[in-house]
C-alpha cells in the first residue's frame, strides 16, 4: 500500500486568504485525487488531478476556487482560495494505481477552520 | 449519488462477529463492491473488495450474495479499536469511468 503524507496537518485561517495543502506519495502513482469532509458530513470528491494536463473537477467544484498541479507521479497541492467559514473541513488526498479495480489509499487529512 | 443504503447505525459487543450489511440493489456487472472505514479524525481505510465471490483477508470477509444486489461485511471478532464509520462503496474501475463515492455509511460502536 502507498503511504500518503499531507501538509499541513491543521490550520486556521482568516477569511479571504488562501491556504495550499501539500499530498506527497512514497511511490509513483497514476491518479491522485482531492476530497472534502465538512463537519459531520461523508467525503466528497472535489476533483482528479491528472500528471501533466488539467485537473477533472466534479460538479460544484470550480478551478478559481479550487486551484490544483500535479507536477509529478508522487506530488499534487489544492489551494483552497479566498476562503470563508464554508470552508472550514478536512481536505484529503488518495491515490490509485489506475489500472484496474485497484485500491484508493488516503492520506491523513488536513483539518482547516476558517474564522 | 451513492448507489449503497446502509443502516446509520450499529452496536456490537466486544469479542462478537460485526456483521454490516449494505444494500446495492442497482449495481451493474462490472461494478465492485468495496468497503472502507474512517476512524474519528483519520483518512479512510481501505478494508476489502469483491465482484462476485466472497472474499477474505487479514482485516474482514466480504459476502456478496448470488444475485450481487446486497453484501455483508465480517469483522470476526470486533475490538474497541473497530470502532469506526464503515462505507460500503460500489464502483467501476478507475480506467473505466469509475469513481469512490461515499454515501453516508453505518456508525459501528463496539463495546466492552
Known amino acids: 500500500s502507498a503511504v500518503i503524507s499531507q501538509k499541513p496537518s491543521r490550520d486556521i485561517c482568516q477569511r479571504g486568504t488562501s491556504l495550499t495543502i501539500q499530498c506527497q506519495v512514497d511511490?509513483?502513482?497514476?491518479?491522485m485525487f482531492w476530497y472534502r469532509q465538512q463537519p459531520g458530513q461523508s467525503l466528497t470528491l472535489i476533483a482528479t488531478?491528472?500528471?501533466?494536463?488539467?485537473?477533472?473537477?466534479e460538479s460544484g467544484f470550480v478551478i478559481d476556487k479550487f486551484p490544483i498541479s500535479r507536477p509529478n507521479l508522487t506530488f499534487s497541492t489544492l489551494t483552497v482560495s479566498n476562503m470563508s467559514p464554508e470552508d472550514s473541513s478536512i481536505y484529503l488526498c488518495?491515490?490509485?494505481?489506475?489500472?484496474?479495480?485497484?485500491?484508493?489509499?488516503f492520506g491523513p487529512g488536513t483539518r482547516l477552520l476558517v474564522l | 449519488d451513492a448507489k449503497t443504503t446502509q443502516p446509520t447505525s450499529m452496536d456490537c459487543a466486544e469479542g462478537r462477529a460485526a456483521n454490516l450489511p449494505c444494500n446495492h440493489s442497482t449495481i451493474s456487472g462490472n461494478e465492485y463492491v468495496y468497503w472502507y472505514r474512517q476512524i474519528h479524525s483519520q483518512g479512510p481505510q481501505y478494508i476489502i473488495h469483491g465482484l462476485k465471490n466472497n472474499e477474505t483477508n487479514e482485516m474482514a470477509s466480504l459476502i456478496i450474495t448470488e444475485d450481487r444486489k446486497s453484501s455483508t461485511l465480517i469483522l470476526p471478532h470486533a475490538t474497541l479499536r473497530d470502532t469506526a464509520v464503515y462505507y460500503c462503496i460500489v464502483r467501476l474501475p478507475y480506467n473505466q469511468g469509475g469513481k469512490l463515492i461515499f454515501g453516508q455509511g453505518t456508525e459501528l460502536s463496539v463495546k466492552p
Open positions: 488518495s491515490v490509485e494505481s489506475g489500472t484496474g479495480p485497484e485500491t484508493q489509499y
Open positions: 488531478a491528472n500528471q501533466g494536463s488539467e485537473a477533472t473537477y
Open positions: 511511490s509513483q502513482v497514476t491518479m
